[in-house]
């Protein structure tokens, strides 16, 4: 999802500055509640503040699993929410006349900055979903080898299992590409695949995978980008709120929301050079920063797990997979043939499993990348009406 070509595709749109659309928006956003708020002079900010708050307390009580795919979907619908309406919000800051225009300036450039750097995150996102896909492919060998109307033999589950072992091999996180816990996994799918012949080709064949797929450098860190995102982020002195007639906070808010974001999406989805250790340096002052750091401690404390230290992501769905190839892969090494009865049932049994967790990623998978997408445009287009506003504000004709 390349800036340019969004910014080319859409160019008769977004030349419009987001702060000329006020006269056609004012009645539209006193109707939402953003404007008239007394304490901000006309900018009811606080209901603003109040609005992530709520977003950060469903997500936190959500039903859906934590860095489950439906809860990522639900987080990423509430940032993109959060995001439209902090554009609103930029609309109506500049009817004001009483804002030190340095000092919005220096917050606002630094909020373009911040998101801009978020676009590769995004990339790099998309192409961990690509890379789970590859992953289901491969799980549909298994799923076709081991077919419920088939006969269980010996040639099928030779097939499950090289189809098993290549997952394994394609599952690793490049960091640790050379873990031992790994290798011992793909020696208990067959002696017959251990061999330093069949892992070359593996490898190879992943190389070649990523050679055509990845949008992001190799050098390209995830980890790096979120400190990126992060590095001097701090809430606004009293000064700095005066001077910005109070948009000052809120900037502060939706570049914290942003790094959250992105940090949840980074430990969710396989990503290239992870990392999690971000520091939010957020005041309990704000009314979204309990719920928001209750998740980030969640989050933490699930990457911390025995058994999910090594794994190369953290989204739910990808722990089942785990799960589901290590038990099938457990029960072909243990099978004898002719398979006794109670054998096939239970194979039966754990396939049906794994094809009903595939359907249900598979399902999940689309709309979430296009919520992704979104999120990119989102961020590309607020910057170029940004940048045009700022350009007709220091020109004015």
């Avoid at 676009?119 to 799923?143: F, P, T, Y």
């Avoid at 309990?290 to 797990?305: A, N, V």
């Avoid at 990623?361 to 979430?368: M, R």
Wanted: aromatic share 6%.
């Amino acid at each position: 999802m390349p800036a340019t070509e969004y910014s080319s595709a859409g160019s008769n749109q977004v030349g419009r500055s987001i702060f000329s659309l006020r006269r056609d928006q004012l009645n539209s956003m006193e109707s939402h509640g953003l404007s008239g708020g007394s304490g901000s002079g006309g900018l009811d900010l606080d209901s603003f503040q109040t609005h992530v708050a709520d977003c950060f307390h469903n997500l936190s009580s959500s039903s859906h699993d934590v860095l489950s795919l439906p809860w990522l979907r639900d987080l990423l619908e509430s940032f993109i929410r959060i995001h439209q309406e902090f554009k609103t919000l930029l609309i109506l800051s500049s009817t004001k006349t009483h804002i030190s225009k340095p000092t919005v300036d220096r917050y606002i450039s630094d909020y373009f900055e911040r998101h801009v750097k978020a676009l590769d995150v995004c990339n790099a996102i998309r192409d961990g979903m690509e890379q789970m896909r590859q992953w289901l492919k491969l799980l549909d060998i298994v799923l076709v080898a081991l077919d419920r109307d088939r006969t269980l033999g010996e040639g099928q589950f030779r097939r499950a299992k090289k189809a098993l072992v290549d997952l394994a091999i394609a599952m690793l996180d490049d960091k640790d590409s050379s873990n031992t816990t790994v290798a011992h996994r793909n020696r208990s799918f067959g002696r017959n695949n251990n061999t330093k012949d069949h892992q070359h080709q593996q490898h190879r064949s992943l190389g070649h995978f990523r050679s055509l797929s990845w949008s992001v450098s190799r050098s390209w860190s995830a980890a790096r980008q979120l400190q990126a995102i992060g590095n001097n982020l701090y809430a606004p002195r009293p000064n700095e709120i005066l001077a910005s007639s109070g948009l000052a906070p809120a900037v502060f808010t939706i570049n914290s929301v942003l790094l959250f974001v992105m940090w949840a999406l980074v430990a969710a989805i396989p990503c290239q050079d992870r990392g999690l250790q971000v520091h939010f340096n957020v005041p309990r002052s704000f009314a979204w920063a309990g719920p928001m750091l209750s998740l980030h401690e969640r989050i933490m404390d699930e990457s911390k797990r025995r058994d999910r230290r090594n794994a190369c992501a953290l989204l739910k769905e990808i722990h089942q997979i785990e799960w589901c190839s290590r038990v099938i892969g457990d029960l072909a090494d243990s099978a004898h043939f002719p398979l006794a009865e109670e054998k096939e049932r239970e194979v039966r049994q754990r396939v049906q499993e794994l094809s009903s967790l595939c359907q249900g990623i598979k399902e999940g998978l689309d709309p979430l990348e296009r919520q992704v997408r979104e999120v990119f445009h989102g961020i590309v287009k607020s910057r170029t009406e940004g940048l045009d506003s700022f350009g007709r504000m220091n020109n004015p004709e």
